[in-house]
């Protein structure tokens, strides 16, 4: 079966340093995988896309990793602070402008 | 640019009403807007796709005659709650492709809604 996973646990990490968080997927062969930050209560906002062509992207402290074969993307938020704080997901495009989404990964931040 | 409203932002209702929400692209034309629905700490799930001018294509599942789906013009999309029952109470976000996103790209980026929270009583 097709599935998108985040882990389910939140990440607690001190601010400065870095936050890795961790997407995997089975049975998709997505175009491109895409990073969005959520609020509580607030809709998601969009922040880093990396095509399956391409190994890593930047913006800023973000840096967003994608491995086809391990089926695996790593999204990286160096000199964390706490405004990073939030829940962070990931989405994959699966064609017909159909994207599916991970259930996301709480990060805390503390000061 | 790319933002999207909905309206209302909270709507309490009672049981056996219908709810009407907004979705639009205040600077922006979107051919295509997805509706999706989120439980507490789940991942947004899409109902379904609302292309301008036609009729929406619902997922799996999602009863069309209880979601109904408007897509009247390039920035509005309306989803109505039909017969609400306290099952439907959930968060509703909206979004919407624009035809050049950040990546430049047509379509790839989709910009969201702040959401819409639901409670039927």
């Known amino acids: 079966s097709q599935k998108i996973e985040q882990n389910s646990e939140a990440l607690n990490i001190q601010e400065g340093k870095t936050a890795t968080l961790t997407c995997n997927y089975t049975?998709?062969?997505?175009?491109?995988l895409q990073w969005y930050r959520q609020d509580p209560g607030r809709g998601p906002v969009f922040l880093l896309l990396?095509?399956?062509?391409?190994k890593e992207k930047r913006k800023e402290r973000l840096k967003v990793t994608f491995d086809t074969t391990l089926k695996q993307s790593l999204f990286h938020i160096t000199a964390s602070q706490p405004a990073d704080s939030a829940t962070y997901l990931c989405?994959?495009?699966?064609?017909?402008?159909?994207?599916?989404f991970g259930a996301g990964t709480r990060l805390f931040v503390k000061a | 640019g790319a933002v999207v409203s909905q309206h209302p932002s909270r709507v309490i209702c009672k049981s056996g009403t219908s709810v009407k929400i907004e979705c639009r692209s205040l600077?922006?034309?979107?051919?295509?807007m997805f509706w999706y629905r989120q439980f507490p700490k789940k991942s947004l799930m899409l109902m379904a796709t609302?292309?301008?001018?036609?009729?929406?294509?619902?997922e799996q599942g999602v009863e069309k005659d209880k979601f109904l789906i408007n897509h009247a013009s390039l920035t509005l999309s309306t989803l109505t709650v039909t017969s609400a029952h306290p099952e439907d109470s959930s968060f509703y976000i909206c979004?919407?492709?624009?035809?050049?996103?950040?990546?430049?790209?047509?379509?790839?980026?989709?910009?969201f809604g702040p959401g819409t929270r639901l409670l039927v009583l």
């Open positions: 990396i095509r399956e062509n391409e």
């Open positions: 049975n998709y062969s997505p175009a491109y």
């Open positions: 609302s292309n301008e001018g036609s009729k929406a294509t619902y």
């Open positions: 979004s919407a492709h624009t035809t050049s996103g950040t990546s430049g790209r047509a379509g790839e980026t989709q910009y």
């Open positions: 989405a994959l495009y699966t064609g017909g402008f159909k994207t599916i």
């Open positions: 600077d922006f034309q979107a051919t295509t």
